[in-house]
């Protein structure tokens, strides 16, 4: 069976400092995608960062980047620099025929 | 801009009545999409995969006779509620994969309140 586990219901972050999102998987499956997702209040859900099963260097996108341990099956996602925008949810996802989200982690910058 | 639009954005019903929600990918042609619902505060279930000219395959526990899924062409899918109930009230959601690239490109359309009362 395929899984995808955020153990993170919530996190605080000061504005400008790094936060780190954890997401743990599970599949059999040798070829899959690893997404993050942003969603904010409007309910929009905003790709941030893909990560594919075979992809040896960690995927980046600006100030995303995505910590991809693949004998732990983990995939955390790290933001630098937290701006107050980031303040959202934020869900980890897996496919391999299909989509499947996490419980997903709510961010909160402060000031 | 959006690949994927969703219509509408927003719509109350009464008790009873069908509702249904159009899921259009603009720019390619979309052989499969997915449908998500998603309650307050909770996660984006998968209800079911449509594909087009076939019948969809729903998720388990999710009734077929209830939430009706079309996928007519290649760039429509839609989702009716048929008979809905408060507790139908949700965020729907689709997604759609661009056959062309990799599964890196997987668009949502902008979702779908809907409200019974």
């Known amino acids: 069976a395929q899984k995808i586990t955020q153990t993170q219901p919530g996190m605080f972050v000061q504005e400008k400092e790094a936060v780190t999102l954890d997401c743990t998987y599970d599949t059999s499956d040798q070829s899959y995608g690893l997404f993050w997702y942003k969603q904010p209040s409007s309910g929009e859900m905003i790709f941030l960062i893909y990560q594919g099963s075979y992809d040896e260097q960690n995927a980046t996108e600006g100030r995303y980047s995505l910590n991809f341990q693949k004998a732990r099956k983990s995939a955390n996602l790290v933001i630098s620099a937290s701006q107050l925008g980031d303040s959202a949810m934020y869900f980890c996802?897996?496919?391999?025929?299909?989509?499947?989200f996490g419980t997903g982690t709510r961010l909160q910058v402060f000031p | 801009g959006a690949v994927v639009s969703q219509h509408p954005s927003r719509v109350i019903c009464k008790s009873g009545t069908s509702v249904k929600i159009e899921c259009r990918s603009l720019?390619?042609?979309?052989?499969?999409m997915f449908w998500y619902r998603q309650f307050p505060k909770q996660s984006l279930m998968l209800m079911a995969t449509s594909n087009e000219g076939s019948k969809a395959t729903y998720e388990q526990g999710v009734e077929k006779d209830k939430f009706l899924i079309n996928h007519a062409s290649l760039t429509l899918s839609t989702l009716t509620v048929t008979s809905a109930h408060p507790e139908d009230s949700s965020f729907y959601i689709c997604?759609?994969?661009?056959?062309?690239?990799?599964?890196?490109?997987?668009?949502f359309g902008e979702g779908s309140w809907l409200t019974v009362v």
């Open positions: 720019d390619f042609q979309a052989t499969t």
């Open positions: 996802a897996m496919n391999t025929d299909k989509l499947i």
């Open positions: 997604s759609a994969r661009d056959p062309g690239t990799g599964w890196d490109t997987i668009y």
